[in-house]
């Protein structure tokens, strides 16, 4: 049987967008996926996601020396297994400020306003605590807010708002500035990933298929379409399938671009050089790579009031496997807050990730006392790095460059934000939890020093986008439709698709973006259509 569409890359967005096509039964799809099942304990436990970093369910890429931060080499996880990052996230659950979808709009993504776009991420959600214009019921991506946050969590936003910050119900509608507990996809104490919540129903349909273990190579052109997928199955056997309609790249910010570039899509004097013949020049493929600079705050707790100190313990675990209930359950972020560290800005330029344990090194860095962290995320970044091929092998990961802080201003605005991170701490509903600063520490208060600590231990917030973005011919890789230029029947489907970072975590965004995709392909045509268009595809 051949298929009307195919999707690269089954994470965040690829299994909305397999989901969402076949639920018209006439549409045969079928749903690429390099890595393997998301049924391990260490997906479904929520606490347990970065004992997943550095895995065999971890893409686990490197990127180059970062010239701003000190020549350091950042480790970037990528989830390769069915829900993608999805499957390996914080599960925080926030869509971004209405400025970013206006933004997008008045740069030229006609149709992505922040009205435009507000349907599509209420079709997805099934919220259970919020019902509003802005929150959805009975979608498949099940929405909650924290439940049974620490003490230490609750103690800290309410620091916050002593401290002038906004307390709020929801970050996620009509304002974002301020603070509130952490939206969540997580039901029943379990981790609801996209391959729970939309592939999980779709995988009994017959007009679905999905095929694990596939190495996609590159997208086959003929006469300026795109018409089949090459990939090497787990046997290491080279095929060709064919698609009659819209093939579709969600393999994420890294691996959308790398997909492009080794079918000769992108920029054509760097193809040439790396030896992959160029078919459509699209200098904008692999460029402008956008992710958010991380800096921690950690203070030490009273062991009075630990926090999630020892949480890793097995009687938390035998918990958990026998209940769904306990310390496990927490998706380690409990609470958000939102804040602009210049009063001049139209939206917040800072995330504040609140959460009640140690924090540093992705999670392998130890602390021998209970601390907490406030994870300090620039939304509003500047810099722009890339993702560059260096061969046509798809064995070889491209060359990765975040470029963060590339202008002394996002450190101005960490500096800003650490400030302000010391205000709330030292705030009275902090009073008798806190102990003294470990990261950055008191050995940093001056400016000069801040700064060197900033760019010698600042990470990335795991948000890569924009790497093959919505824009012209000359900015960007796809139209606002998210069409590949140049190439017929070829689409984006993913966060690689943003023009500018969203503010904020990027898995709803993404989620919303599959939700578009799958959309502008079902209202485009038919699948009766697409086959008079095309002879029907075969399988090779």
Same mark, same amino acid.
């Given at each position: 049987m051949g298929f009307d569409h195919i999707v690269i890359g089954a994470g965040a967005a690829g299994c909305v967008v397999a989901a969402r096509l076949s639920e018209d039964p006439d549409r045969r799809v079928?749903?690429?996926? *390099?890595?393997?099942?998301?049924r391990r304990l260490s997906v479904k436990a929520p606490a347990a996601f970065a004992s997943q970093f550095?895995?065999?369910?971890?893409? *686990?890429?490197?990127?180059?020396?970062?010239?701003h931060l000190a020549?350091?080499? %950042?480790?970037?996880?990528?989830?390769?297994?069915?829900?993608?990052?999805?499957?390996?996230?914080?599960?925080?659950?926030?869509?971004?400020?209405?400025?970013?979808?206006?933004?997008?709009?008045?740069g030229g993504a006609t149709g992505w306003s922040a009205e435009d776009v507000l349907p599509f991420f209420v079709r997805s959600e099934d919220n259970e605590d919020l019902r509003d214009r802005y929150h959805g019921q009975?979608?498949? %991506?099940?929405?909650?807010?924290?439940?049974?946050?620490?003490?230490?969590?609750?103690?800290?936003?309410?620091?916050?708002?002593?401290?002038?910050?906004?307390?709020?119900?929801?970050?996620?509608?009509?304002?974002?500035?301020? +603070? *509130?507990?952490?939206?969540?996809? +997580?039901?029943?104490?379990?981790?609801?990933d996209t391959a729970t919540a939309f592939l999980g129903p779709a995988r009994r349909?017959?007009?679905?298929?999905?095929?694990?273990?596939?190495?996609?190579? #590159?997208? +086959? %052109?003929? =006469?300026?379409?795109?018409? *089949?997928?090459?990939?090497?199955? #787990?046997?290491?056997?080279?095929?060709?399938?064919?698609?009659?309609?819209?093939?579709?790249?969600?393999a994420g910010a890294f691996g959308t671009p790398e997909v492009l570039q080794r079918s000769g899509i992108g920029p054509a004097e760097h193809l040439r050089a790396v030896g992959i013949a160029p078919a459509v020049d699209l200098p904008a493929v692999g460029h402008h790579l956008m992710d958010h600079p991380f800096q921690f705050v950690n203070v030490e707790l009273d062991e009075r009031t630990p926090g999630l100190f020892g949480i890793e313990h097995p009687r938390n675990v035998a918990r958990w496997l026998a209940t769904r209930k306990g310390p496990l359950t927490t998706n380690v972020g409990e609470g958000l807050a939102f804040i602009r560290t210049d009063p001049s800005l139209p939206a917040a330029d800072?995330? %504040?990730?609140?959460?009640?344990?140690?924090?540093?090194?992705?999670?392998? =860095?130890?602390?021998?006392?209970?601390?907490?962290?406030? =994870?300090?995320?620039?939304?509003?970044?500047?810099?722009?790095?890339?993702?560059?091929?260096?061969?046509?092998?798809?064995?070889?990961?491209? #060359?990765?460059?975040?470029?963060?802080?590339?202008?002394g201003s996002e450190v101005d605005a960490i500096v800003r934000a650490i400030q302000r991170t010391r205000e709330i701490v030292a705030q009275p509903a902090l009073d008798g939890i806190r102990g003294p600063e470990i990261n950055p520490g008191p050995w940093t208060a001056d400016d000069g020093s801040l700064r060197g600590f900033i760019r010698h231990t600042a990470q990335h917030t795991y948000h890569p986008a924009c790497s093959a973005r919505i824009g012209s011919p000359e900015e960007g890789a796809c139209d606002p439709e998210l069409r590949v230029h140049g190439v017929e029947g070829l689409r984006i489907g993913d966060a690689s698709a943003m023009p500018t970072v969203t503010r904020g975590n990027t898995h709803a965004p993404t989620i919303m973006i599959g939700e578009r995709c799958a959309d502008f392909i079902r209202r485009g045509a038919s699948a009766e259509q697409v086959r008079e268009a095309r002879p029907a595809a075969t399988t090779a």
């Open positions: 079928l749903l690429i996926e *390099a890595g393997g099942h998301n550095d895995t065999k369910l971890d893409w *686990a890429y490197r990127t180059e020396p970062e010239e020549g350091r080499e %950042l480790f970037h996880p990528r989830g390769r297994l069915l829900g993608g990052c999805s499957s390996m996230n914080a599960m925080m659950y926030v869509r971004g400020s209405a400025h970013d979808f206006d933004s997008w709009e008045a009975g979608g498949p %991506l099940h929405v909650q807010t924290v439940r049974d946050p620490d003490p230490v969590t609750l103690a800290t936003v309410e620091a916050c708002a002593q401290a002038g910050i906004t307390r709020r119900d929801d970050i996620n509608g009509e304002h974002q500035d301020g +603070v *509130a507990l952490t939206q969540v996809n +997580v039901r029943d104490g379990v981790r609801h349909r017959p007009n679905l298929e999905i095929l694990t273990g596939a190495l996609v190579h #590159r997208v +086959v %052109l003929r =006469g300026g379409r795109a018409v *089949a997928v090459e990939l090497s199955d #787990r046997r290491n056997r080279i095929r060709q399938i064919e698609a009659s309609g819209d093939i579709v790249l969600c800072v995330e %504040l990730v609140i959460a009640p344990i140690y924090f540093w090194e992705h999670g392998r =860095g130890q602390h021998p006392r209970p601390a907490f962290s406030i =994870g300090l995320s620039l939304v509003a970044p500047e810099s722009r790095g890339s993702v560059l091929v260096s061969s046509g092998d798809p064995t070889q990961k491209a #060359r990765v460059r975040l470029n963060l802080l590339s202008q």
